[in-house]
């Protein structure tokens, strides 16, 4: 079975430009999170989305926004963007499983993709 | 406020050596604790899944302990190899939520060398 996979794994941007990353689920993964790891802060939560429903989001600006789509697919997006909004952005995918192990699923990491904004 | 603190930061050992990396929580109440290893430039890979009940939990030769009632966990590294030089991050999540709001520690960076 593939693992989790984001596209693009590099990317350079100027200030002031938009972004959208792509991530895809491991097959039948209907849970994807996305995070922002960045040396000085580590590894920060920014939305988590089941079903195509945003169900939780981090502390994060309105600039930063995501979507799913019916197969599970999700992609977030990034406008106007700043220098400090250059890290390593990662996805997670998870089964969601139903009773007493809801909360304690597994949860697989894509590679990440390595933003640079300058 | 949910804190999670690792420790140490930073920590070089020798090909073959054991070591051991803490973590210290403050959430409460508390549903599970995760360790990941996460290599320079990759995503991070799940070593243990432990819940409240669970004192220890071995993958390889990887082992997580858990003291509930400190609040402590620590992982155990046996006979290091080169490839166990990665950033290791400590994860917990609070009762009844989801990915959301789990807390995660900076992690402890660790270097093998020969």
């Known amino acids: 079975k593939a693992g989790v996979t984001q596209t693009p794994r590099y990317l350079i941007k100027t200030r002031g430009q938009q972004v959208t990353l792509s991530c895809s689920p491991i097959s039948g993964h209907r849970s994807v999170s996305w995070y922002q790891q960045t040396p000085g802060q580590g590894l920060q939560f920014l939305f988590e989305?089941?079903?195509?429903?945003?169900?939780n989001k981090g502390n994060f600006p309105g600039r930063f926004s995501g979507r799913q789509f019916s197969n599970s697919r999700s992609e977030m997006n990034v406008s106007t963007l700043e220098l400090g909004d250059s890290a390593l952005y990662l996805c997670?995918?998870?089964?969601?499983?139903?009773?007493?192990?809801?909360?304690?699923?597994?949860?697989?990491f894509g590679p990440g993709t390595r933003l640079t904004v300058t | 406020k949910n804190q999670v603190e690792q420790s140490p930061q930073s920590l070089i050992i020798l090909e073959g050596k054991n070591c051991t990396l803490q973590?210290?929580?403050?959430?409460?109440?508390?549903?599970?604790l995760r360790w990941y290893k996460q290599d320079t430039g990759r995503g991070p890979v799940s070593l243990t899944i432990?819940?409240?009940?669970?004192n220890t939990k071995s993958n390889g030769r990887y082992t997580a302990t858990l003291d509930a009632d400190t609040k402590q966990s620590s992982l155990h590294i046996t006979a290091s190899q080169l490839s166990d030089s990665a950033s290791y991050i400590c994860v917990v999540s609070p009762l009844n939520t989801n990915a959301g709001k789990s807390t995660f520690g900076d992690g402890t960076t660790l270097t093998v060398k020969p």
């Open positions: 973590c210290n929580y403050t959430v409460s109440p508390f549903s599970n």
């Open positions: 432990m819940t409240f009940s669970e």
């Open positions: 989305y089941f079903s195509e429903t945003q169900r």
């Open positions: 997670a995918s998870s089964l969601h499983p139903r009773g007493q192990d809801r909360f304690n699923y597994e949860q697989y």
